[in-house]
């Protein structure tokens, strides 16, 4: 019988990662997922992560990794509270690559960079081959750390700075979501029983969404083209 393969999942309790788990799950690994605290306003999403590891019975597994300089640090929307989180406008009507142009203000810098090094050193600790996280390219919000040029340059630094790397089976970065549209995203999850039940999108992180920031009306645009309800509750 072959060993079991095994997966870091950079969870954050939204729906993009969430889904990540259930991709991961299908393709038959074991599930190690990793949450980040960075002193994020919207800490509700640490609660929602626990509640997905708990829904996969992976929390035995599951690790928070406290990254509090972020905060300190500032100059954005989701860890400096002296920025206002923006509120999405005509969406509906946003060109892609247009929007894609513009960075907003609830870009976190080095984010994922930061995310990738430390699910690297679980994943090479817990001897996983593999390391899911769901970035988009189709995003409109034009993070700089979710394209595809990114992740095969970090792909390239982790071959050459880990041990399974130099012995030639580097950890692979798994993207199933690098191309899909939100919707495609929604009917993906929602085939494999992903718990969207248990998550939150919302940059303002209320018991209720508030369903008005960027990352809620794309996810309620993403829920509509999909033809499906979006589960959580919303503020308006």
Request: charged letters at 25%.
């Amino acid at each position: 019988m072959s060993e079991t393969k095994k997966a870091v999942i950079i969870l954050s309790g939204g729906l993009d990662s969430t889904t990540c788990m259930g991709f991961a799950k299908e393709a038959g690994y074991e599930l190690y997922p990793i949450t980040f605290d960075y002193g994020q306003r919207h800490r509700i999403e640490l609660e929602k992560s626990q509640q997905v590891a708990d829904f996969y019975s992976v929390s035995d597994r599951y690790k928070v990794i406290k990254l509090d300089f972020l905060r300190g640090i500032g100059g954005n929307a989701l860890t400096d509270d002296s920025i206002a989180v923006p509120t999405a406008t005509g969406i509906e009507q946003k060109d892609a690559e247009e929007a894609g142009n513009d960075i907003p203000v609830t870009y976190v810098p080095g984010r994922n960079f930061m995310f990738l090094a430390i699910a690297t050193s679980f994943a090479e600790a817990v001897g996983a081959e593999a390391i899911y996280i769901g970035v988009n390219a189709l995003d409109y919000s034009g993070y700089p750390d979710c394209r595809p040029d990114f992740i095969a340059k970090v792909q390239e630094a982790m071959a050459l700075a880990t041990k399974v790397g130099v012995e030639g089976k580097p950890i692979t970065i798994e993207t199933p979501l690098i191309s899909l549209s939100k919707a495609d995203i929604v009917r993906e999850g929602m085939r494999m029983g992903v718990p969207y039940e248990l998550t939150t999108s919302c940059y303002n992180g209320k018991e209720e969404a508030c369903g008005e920031c960027d990352s809620c009306m794309l996810r309620l645009k993403g829920f509509k083209e999909a033809g499906h309800k979006d589960p959580i509750p919303y503020a308006i």
